[in-house]
């Protein structure tokens, strides 16, 4: 069974980076788009990100010129860095991944706190 493992969530000041990551137990090329959600306390999971297999990606509006995606295919992982960190950032981070035919797959998730 194929499995998410992120890492790299943590404590940041605001005006911080952070960089996480996602890999996958398996090959990454089954999966159509990979990407980010995020959820903070009280609120709904919200898309933050998203990558296509072909490279393409796409930004909440939110995180748009601050979070950039990227995977490496050869090290099967999916990356999320976060620079101009926001409190309004907080939240617990999930990796998610798609491929036809199977139901998404979820990483267990990543906290990322950021102090003001």
């Known amino acids: 069974q194929v499995q998410l493992v992120e890492s790299g969530g943590g404590l940041v000041q605001a005006g911080g980076s952070l960089t996480l990551s996602c890999a996958t137990s398996?090959?990454?090329?089954?999966?159509?788009?990979m990407g980010w959600y995020r959820q903070a306390p009280g609120k709904q999971r919200e898309l933050v990100a998203g990558?296509?297999?072909?490279?393409?990606?796409a930004y909440a509006d939110s995180v748009k010129s601050r979070f950039t995606i990227s995977r490496d295919n050869a090290k099967n992982t999916v990356y999320l860095q976060m620079n101009s960190l926001k409190p309004e950032d907080t939240a617990v981070y999930y990796c998610?991944?798609?491929?036809?035919?199977?139901?998404?797959?979820w990483g267990q998730g990543t906290q990322v706190t950021v102090s003001s």
């Open positions: 398996g090959n990454i090329f089954v999966f159509t788009t």
């Open positions: 990558i296509t297999s072909g490279g393409t990606t």
């Open positions: 998610y991944a798609d491929r036809p035919l199977f139901q998404r797959i």
